[in-house]
């Protein structure tokens, strides 16, 4: 793309966050493994009438390259005719996120802390404000947290112990001294949630996200979205999050319906002909999510 088309994604990315704020809907933000779980957030962004980010991490991004994928989503999102965005997620280097502003994604997500956890302030902070200046040339949405955010997107087996996890809740006044730090554009809050699916659903702390809106005018994303009940969401969305994260509870659907129609079919090795099954299991996830983050019917073309 042009200098002049990304800026005009990235103006579209953040009327979306706005839109999401005064409607009070969050926009879904949805991990790739490979192009068919591309497809599967495509279609049901289609279906639901619903704009969706697409995103990947680091593994993504070595595995399938950035530039790749921006031409990947551009394509369906042309194709398709539906409104969506692609977001680095969970970056850990400065250098990652420049290389995908130049890439032209519409939202970054720098994250020292996930290479780091022992980061400290002062590093996470001046990293951060990299990025944001960065970012400025392309109008790219920029997205950080002040420490290391728990648990991996996996299924988990033990259980978490959430007295402890309430020890690494955000504040509002931590929000609002790191996000006057580093003049983010959206803040990924702590308050419950964890990434990753485990045994036992997760609590949201509601009434500590209605403080942190109060109390800051970034935007407000949820990680870790995965194993939440769905009315955790809907409240969020009213109190005013922009965007929530999901990844496990879509790559539990992959997997378990993938060995399902490898079972089921022991001599066809054209796996492509048994991914459509799969593509439908991790579709339905999507749908799910999008109807309980209240986006559905929201997209702008």
Do not use: W
């Amino acid at each position: 793309m042009t200098i002049g088309e990304i800026r005009e994604r990235t103006l579209r990315a953040r009327h979306l966050m706005d839109r999401a704020r005064r409607q009070h809907f969050a926009v879904g933000a949805f991990n790739v493994d490979d192009q068919e779980t591309l497809r599967a957030i495509a279609a049901a962004a289609k279906k639901m009438d619903s704009p969706v980010l697409v995103e990947l991490s680091k593994d993504e991004v070595e595995a399938m390259g950035i530039e790749n994928m921006r031409n990947m989503v551009d394509n369906y999102r042309r194709e398709l005719g539906i409104e969506m965005y692609i977001n680095l997620d969970h970056s850990p280097t400065v250098e990652a996120c420049k290389r995908a502003i130049d890439a032209g994604f519409e939202f970054i997500h720098i994250d020292v802390s996930q290479a780091n956890h022992d980061a400290t302030d002062a590093e996470i902070i001046a990293a951060t404000r990299e990025v944001v200046e960065y970012a400025k040339f392309t109008g790219a949405i920029v997205e950080s947290e002040p420490h290391y955010f728990g648990g991996s997107s996996n299924l988990h087996t033990e259980k978490f112990d959430y007295d402890e996890i309430k020890k690494t809740f955000s504040t509002p006044n931590g929000t609002k001294k790191f996000i006057d730090a580093t003049s983010i554009d959206t803040f990924a809050a702590a308050i419950g949630n964890l990434h990753g699916k485990y045994p036992v659903p997760k609590k949201l702390d509601l009434d500590l996200l209605q403080e942190l809106r109060d109390t800051i005018k970034a935007n407000i994303s949820l990680h870790g979205g995965s194993g939440t009940p769905l009315h955790y969401f809907e409240s969020a969305a009213q109190i005013g999050v922009s965007k929530i994260n999901i990844n496990s509870d879509m790559r539990v659907a992959y997997r378990t319906t993938l060995e399902k129609v490898l079972a089921e079919n022991p001599n066809q090795y054209a796996i492509v002909k048994l991914m459509g099954e799969v593509r439908a299991a991790v579709q339905k996830v999507v749908e799910e999510k999008i109807g309980a983050f209240g986006s559905a019917g929201k997209a702008v073309l």
